[in-house]
């Protein structure tokens, strides 16, 4: 049981760092947003705050049922010391503030940033590696503006596969893609992009039109049997790249997405490209 708890702190953390990293995105694309987008980008940026302030508190549970399994009173106390306080109408997590140095706005959490003080002594919250999590689906949201950046014309999907490996192999030295296939009964997977360090495989699709946009959506769905129980796999993200004079709209993506109930271990992602 202690073991399940510590996988749950683990993903509920990287799922606040990760809410934070949109936050800024979504902060960011108001200043490069058509008229009449202001409201509908407010109201996923309050979501976004509003989730955060959920899941935190989720958190916080399941931290204390932990500590109490695994009898740390003393950290318990402290913990129950520095975090009561969540609870508290109003009380805020989040902070908006400018920096100087970048000379442009982000969004912090203190409370969030001293967890993994507070539980070093369980080596639960390897810093390292939620980072690393963090600065992957950096690079993988901000696709389109890194292949524009290089001059890279994209008319498939071999053409961003090889681009944006090239691009992660400076973050994470052991990019490959793969040389033995995921092996099923029926089938072989092949996934695009191998981070080993991070357990994670990364596919990206390729999509000129709406109708081929949700095949592959579906496509994505139908294999997913294939890439689980993997020994030393277990994170897999889907990179779906539009590329329409129409934006796909996100929220019809996301609303595709949950009806397909893809598992917990699936992460997916619009970009829209031109």
Known sequence: MSNSLKIKIKEYYKLLMYTITKLDKLEKSLCSCE???????????ENEQNKFSDIFKKLYFIIVE???QNNSSQILNIFKASYDEIFIKYYKLLFYEFDDDYGEYFYYSPKLYLL????????????????????????????????KNFNIVIDNETSINRSIRTILYSVFNDV??????????????KPDILIPS??????????????RLINTIGEIYEDVHGYSNHPNYNLFYAVFYFQNPYSFPQNRFNEIIKEKKFPKEWKLLLINGN
């Open 66 to 68: 932990f500590l109490e």
């Open 35 to 45: 008229q009449g987008e202001e409201l509908y980008i407010h109201e996923r940026i």
């Open 176 to 189: 490959s893609n793969i040389h033995e296939p995921f092996s099923k009964i029926a089938k072989c997977y």
């Open 198 to 211: 991070l357990k994670t495989c990364i596919e990206y699709k390729f999509a000129k039109d709406e109708t």
């Open 116 to 147: 993994p003080t507070i539980l070093e002594p369980f080596d639960i919250l390897n810093e390292k590696d939620v980072l690393s999590i963090d600065y992957l689906e950096n690079i993988l949201n901000n696709t389109e503006y890194l292949l």
